[in-house]
């Protein structure tokens, strides 16, 4: 056994060190650093309390029909055309009803958009399939596919 391999018993505590009872142990500003705020008796600081900014709580909407910016953005679920390519249960067609029974969609009325990152050789024909990069696009006609 050696030091550095040493460990702590499970559940072992250490004494708190008694603060503030004079120089001899941690006297002076007891960890409380110096003046301020934070270091007088009393009262603590609010939580939220934004040193006399106005609170974010309060900077937000209060009224009805406000709209957050990422709410209004729409998330697509991307599928690249590598994965496609070896997924052996996708031979012809591509739709929202494969790609969710394949396993790809969690949702069949989820917005879906293909990248071009792979390769692909199967002719497959995409029906229902909102966004395709120009990438995925010039791959899907090369292989001899059709988007529709």
């Known amino acids: 056994m050696k030091l550095h391999t040493m460990q702590k018993s ?4 250490e004494k708190a060190r008694p603060l503030g009872r004079g120089n001899a142990s941690k006297g002076n500003y007891s960890g409380k650093g110096h003046k301020g705020q934070k270091a007088r008796s ?9 040193g006399g900014q106005t609170s974010l709580v309060q900077r937000m909407p209060k009224a009805k ?3 957050r910016y990422y709410k209004l953005v729409d998330t697509y679920n991307v599928i690249n ?3 496609l390519e070896k997924d052996a249960r996708i031979t012809t067609e591509v739709n929202k009803e494969i790609l969710k029974s394949t396993g790809y969609l969690k949702h069949p009325t989820a917005l879906v958009k293909i990248l071009g990152n ?3 050789t199967k002719a497959l024909s995409f029906s229902g399939i909102e966004k395709f990069t120009t990438s995925a696009k010039e791959k899907i ?3 001899g596919g059709t988007i529709a």
């Open 81 to 83: 055309v590598a994965s």
């Open 42 to 50: 009393g009262k603590t600081i609010r939580p939220f309390f934004e």
């Open 10 to 13: 499970k559940g072992y505590k």
């Open 118 to 120: 792979g390769e692909l």
């Open 141 to 143: 006609q090369k292989a």
């Open 65 to 67: 029909g406000f709209k």
